[in-house]
């Protein structure tokens, strides 16, 4: 087996390498403009990601979570009220709701996509629901049609956590094709760098079809502020740095290239993964297109230790996302029955690994990460 040096989950270096001139012209250009807060470069970004995914408006802010908070402010939820989210995702999702005097409602999910489905999140709407935040989980869409016609017929609002689908197509029953993250009142997403669409620091950025909508996420980002000094309601300080936004603006241009290399890694380890009785590889759906943040596999849970451990004596990393269910973590022991478990949620913990997934994978890389999961099983 050929000896790989330092394999990642995910390769930044070897990206920014292949566009290096564009990005260190860039970057310096915003350096000696001394338009460093919001200015041409964040709304050229904003203009071109909303062009991208064919949505109205593209508001910057500065990471994923506060992404998420202001959608959430700019919706006129009261205390208390309830609002529904997947118990495996990353704990941005159900954080925010807590620390806006919210009551996060975690469900569970499916056992084969990750995501909430319509029936899960109709059994869990009380006369206090008033939100679901379905998260496009691992790199494929949550199944929206059924989702929202169910937040319709509850006049819920939906804020889809686009964090890690950006670029994902959800085809409905009539043949209509839809972006994830532009179906919902709002969607959020993250750039943090090792997101499908990450930048070289934080960020992040809301999306949405509504002007009235658009406009007070913007204040709300923004103070508050509706003309300079002047503060409707409480807001927070959270923008885009040009920064930021000059390195997106390069990498958006790239983006489906990165994800068609992502679904060629995947394919490629689907292939190779295909024969192995214990393993199930990630199952796509067939209405949404997979731009794989996580390639995700589920091993028996007794595997899972010694199989990482195998992995790394062949110098190659694996991750656990999401090792502990959203309710059996301590933070959010406020808004669980103790005792209580969600059975899928309890399994994926128990028993799923993620390899490393990103643009600039080799066939040598990925044969030598095949073979050491092959090796392990003795195939
Ligand atoms: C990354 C991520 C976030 C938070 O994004 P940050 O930019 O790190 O704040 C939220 N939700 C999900 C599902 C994520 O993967």
């Not at 949505?55 to 802010?61: D, F, S």
């Amino acid at each position: 087996m050929p000896v790989i040096e330092d394999i990642q989950m995910v390769d930044l270096k070897s990206q920014y390498l292949k566009i290096k001139p564009e990005i260190d012209d860039a970057v310096l250009k915003v350096i000696s403009s001394t338009r460093y807060i919001n200015g041409p470069e964040v709304s050229a970004f904003e203009q071109e990601l909303a062009t991208y995914l064919g949505v109205k408006h593209v508001v910057g802010c500065a990471n994923g979570t506060d992404a998420l908070q202001i959608a959430l402010m700019a919706l006129g939820l009261e205390p208390g009220d309830e609002v529904i989210v997947p118990s495996f995702t990353y704990v941005a999702t159900a954080e925010v709701i807590g620390l806006l005097g919210l009551t996060p409602v975690m469900i569970d999910v499916d056992p084969l996509y990750f995501h909430i489905t319509a029936e899960l999140v109709e059994n869990a709407i009380t006369p206090r629901t008033k939100a679901i935040v379905p998260v496009h989980l691992f790199g494929q869409s949550a199944p929206m049609e059924e989702i929202m016609q169910i937040a319709r017929s509850h006049q819920l609002f939906v804020v889809e956590d686009n964090a890690q689908s950006i670029g994902s197509k959800l085809t409905y029953q009539d043949g209509k094709t839809h972006v994830s993250g532009t179906i919902g009142d709002v969607g959020t997403t993250s750039f943090f760098p090792a997101k499908n669409l990450g930048c070289y620091g934080d960020g992040g950025a809301l999306f949405t079809n509504d002007d009235d909508l658009a406009a007070n996420l913007r204040m709300i980002a923004n103070h508050g502020q509706s003309k300079r000094y002047y503060h409707d309601q409480l807001g927070v300080n959270s923008r885009l740095d040009a920064m930021q936004a000059t390195i997106l603006r390069i990498k958006l241009r790239h983006l489906d290239g990165y994800s068609a290399s992502r679904l060629a890694v995947a394919d490629a380890y689907d292939a190779q993964f295909a024969a192995l009785k214990h393993v199930i590889t990630p199952k796509r759906d067939g209405s949404s297109t997979h731009v794989f943040h996580q390639y995700t596999l589920q091993v028996p849970a007794a595997d899972r230790e010694p199989l990482i451990s195998h992995l790394k004596s062949h110098g190659i990393p694996a991750m656990i996302y999401y090792p502990v269910p959203l309710y059996a973590q301590k933070a959010f022991a406020p808004y669980w029955q103790k005792g209580e478990m969600l059975p899928v949620t309890e399994k994926l913990s128990a028993t799923v690994m993620s390899l490393p997934m990103h643009t600039e994978m080799t066939p040598a890389l990925i044969d030598h990460i095949t073979g050491a999961i092959k090796s392990f099983y003795h195939d």
